[in-house]
């Protein structure tokens, strides 16, 4: 069962009493007990958490065994067994063999001990912070055998191992799970079609067997099972939204009742309305919305059809689920243009009619279908994969129960291109995406920061008032889930006010050129003072930025309580592709970020007392990049000076529609289909109006000069 949305999977089907299931804490396999070998003769079996492979029977005495429970590091198993002489139940337990286990089940190889930490010598390395011992870090971390450490990966282990490593070496100690090193997590992963998915319609003028993959798609969203036949009923785009800064209320439904009933619906949203309108009803479009209405309303399932008109890369959606996605409890189905225009036409409606008009802004009345049923078996296997964290407390024998100051870098990557996030170029498709600056720079600073900490403490200069917590996170690009994890287990279901004095983190500082940017200031009134006195001895250019809503592992924390400053040198042409190798950064800089940041943790921790907290009004359109139908490929240094009005841009994606229009690096964006561009903001809610193969103008400031270039959008999708 996912807690979050109660949806349900089934993983055996052996026609007998299952039970009393218990996960062996890796994730990836559970034991249970059943009676398969006759109706009182209890075994323990084992089943894979995916369900791809029959059960295997673990235990051999007639009788009752039953009621497993592993030991918290997997190594031991606790179960109840009426083995004894007197055949009365008693508990027994035993030594536990993982690695028999996962080869008899056929899942891979046999994990490592999840608390094992590499070897490090840093015998080359020294207590100061050095270009040539943060560039030692990088071309490890970033190297061939990390394989992109993408989050859950065999190269995430061995990169978070390694760091664990030097945390070791260092004399740190350990602040993860059960006094490990490392802190896991679990995640979605993505899903699979199982063997039982089947789609029946019936009330059609001629009959019809829906074929799976041609006509017909689960949805990734949808819950698995049986959904009995029930009526259909049409609701245009199932979108239901509340009028706003001049745009009226939208409602799909109206007065339809669909108690009981399958809604079919439009994907994406109509299309040749007012650009206002696209940009406000988009938060209204998206999936997981039109599909929490449908089941607000009362219905049983979803039906999403694509429509003639739409410009879509395919007219079934993708199945497709990654570590942002929630399931539903309904039933959720994509079907064909072909399918969806017989259903309708069973009551004499024309899809591509219906469509028509409500692109064109027209008030269509939902209506049901009288006659027509449908009824699926839906089988969806959702992936689930275990990443971890790396964390390490400097402890200070003065702390006297003060929240420690924490400092952070991800070290997750893009893997082979795993995701949405690549920026590859066709011709380097499944390359290793090293990761050199995106972060394998940040995590060398917080490395070196350590060392250059720990060696005062042990010289006996560094009279902490507070600990200092170093931490490596996991799952960054898959949507900060390494530190959003850390933050929820913290806060315990309150915020981290006097938990955490601070969090400072760095992500992507191995590029510096003209200065630092140091993001998240407005977060608290103490940093423009600590920046300015630990800067002087470093003398770096810095540029701030107020906004503490970042696309990075700081905003969890910020949003439960805790002033953040990040740190980052900006975007470049080599970010998220297989090009950010270690041989481009520049490790003088790295060094520099590392002593300020480090230099400003030392004097946070040294405070009696904590930073304020300053709460500051989140300016952004709402949007997600996965929200937007269009799509530019166009790369924003998102990292640029406050007092800039406009986008800086990096350049573009190479063959993508604004390469094609003319932009170059260096241009500053400053309008957008008639939208002045002042902030990144700007830049999303301009995109949220744009329409799929309609050219627009796109203006830019190029060497002073105000250029007008024309962009014709494609579909993200």
Do not use: C
């Amino acid at each position: 069962m996912d807690l979050a949305s109660g949806a349900e999977r089934q993983l055996t089907r052996m026609g007998v009493m299952s039970w009393a299931p218990y996960f062996h804490p890796s994730g990836d396999y559970l034991i249970f007990a059943s009676n398969r070998e006759g109706f009182a003769n209890f075994e323990l079996f084992m089943v894979d958490a995916e369900g791809r492979g029959e059960p295997v029977r673990v235990t051999n005495t007639e009788g009752f065994d039953g009621l497993p429970v592993f030991s918290p590091d997997g190594k031991r198993l606790s179960w109840t067994s009426n083995r004894t002489a007197s055949k009365q139940s008693q508990i027994f337990i035993a030594d536990w063999d993982d690695d028999e286990a996962r080869r008899l089940l056929g899942i891979g190889e046999p994990a490592e001990d999840a608390d094992k930490v590499a070897a490090v010598d840093l015998t080359p390395t020294d207590g100061s912070i050095r270009a040539e011992d943060a560039r030692l870090h990088v071309e490890h971390l970033s190297s061939e055998d990390m394989a992109g450490r993408f989050t859950g990966s065999a190269g995430e282990r061995q990169a978070t191992a390694y760091v664990a490593g030097v945390f070791e070496q260092l004399g740190l100690q350990p602040a993860g799970d059960r006094g490990s090193w490392f802190q896991t997590f679990r995640f979605s992963a993505g899903a699979t079609l199982g063997a039982d998915n089947r789609l029946t319609v019936e009330g059609l003028a001629e009959a019809f067997e829906p074929r799976l993959d041609r006509d017909w798609r689960p949805l990734a969203l949808s819950r698995s099972g049986q959904t009995d036949a029930a009526p259909v009923a049409f609701a245009g785009y199932g979108i239901v939204a509340p009028d706003a800064d001049g745009v009226p209320a939208y409602d799909s439904y109206g007065d339809l009742d669909v108690t009981g009933k399958w809604v079919m619906v439009l994907r994406f949203q109509p299309d040749s309305i007012p650009p206002t309108w696209r940009r406000h009803l988009l938060h209204y479009s998206d999936l997981a919305y039109k599909a929490a209405v449908a089941k607000r309303r009362g219905a049983i399932g979803l039906i999403v059809v694509t429509g003639p008109a739409a410009v879509a890369s395919q007219q079934l959606v993708e199945l497709k689920a990654d570590a942002a996605s929630a399931t539903t409890s309904l039933a959720g189905v994509s079907i064909s243009d072909d399918l969806g225009a017989r259903v309708l036409a069973v009551g004499g409606h024309d899809l591509a009619e219906l469509q028509r008009r409500l692109d064109d802004g027209e008030t269509v009345e939902a209506f049901a279908l009288p006659g027509v049923t449908l009824a699926a078996s839906l089988d969806i296997a959702r992936k689930q994969r275990t990443a971890r964290n790396v964390v390490a407390r400097l402890p200070a024998p003065q702390a006297a129960g003060r929240p420690p100051v924490i400092i952070g870098a991800h070290i997750d990557h893009l893997g082979y291109g795993e995701g949405s996030g690549s920026l590859a170029r066709e011709d380097e498709r499944g390359a290793v995406h090293h990761g050199a600056d995106d972060n394998a720079s940040g995590v060398a600073a917080l490395l070196e920061s350590a060392q250059y900490l720990s060696a005062l403490r042990a010289q006996g200069r560094l009279a902490a008032q507070r600990d200092i917590l170093f931490a490596a996170w996991s799952g960054e690009e898959l949507g900060t889930l390494g530190s959003s994890h850390f933050v929820e287990q913290l806060a315990d279901g309150g915020d981290l006010k006097g938990k955490v004095s601070a969090y400072l983190n760095m992500d992507m500082v191995g590029h510096l050129k003209t200065k630092l940017y140091l993001q998240g200031t407005g977060s608290s009134s103490a940093w423009s003072r600590e920046i300015e006195r630990r800067n002087v001895p470093v003398g770096l250019p810095i540029a701030t930025k107020q906004d503490p809503y970042l696309p990075t592992d700081s905003t969890p924390f910020y949003m439960q309580g805790v002033p953040i400053l990040s740190a980052f040198t900006g975007a470049h042409e080599d970010y998220s592709t297989p090009r950010d190798t270690a041989d481009k950064l520049n490790y003088e800089g790295v060094r520099d970020v590392a002593r300020l940041m480090s230099g400003i943790a030392r004097s946070l921790a040294l405070a009696e007392s904590e930073p304020d907290y300053l709460a500051v009004e989140r300016k952004q359109s709402g949007l997600a990049r996965r929200h937007l139908r269009a799509y530019l490929g166009t790369i924003p240094a998102y990292g640029q000076d406050e007092a800039i009005k406009g986008v800086k841009l990096q350049g573009a994606v190479k063959g993508g529609p604004a390469e094609k229009a003319g932009i170059q690096n260096g241009d500053m964006l400053v309008g957008l289909a008639g939208v002045d561009i002042e902030t990144i903001h700007d830049f999303m809610t301009a995109l949220a109006g744009l329409k799929v193969g309609e050219t627009t103008d796109l203006i830019v400031v190029r060497n002073g000069e105000r250029l007008s270039l024309e962009v014709t959008p494609v579909a993200r999708e």
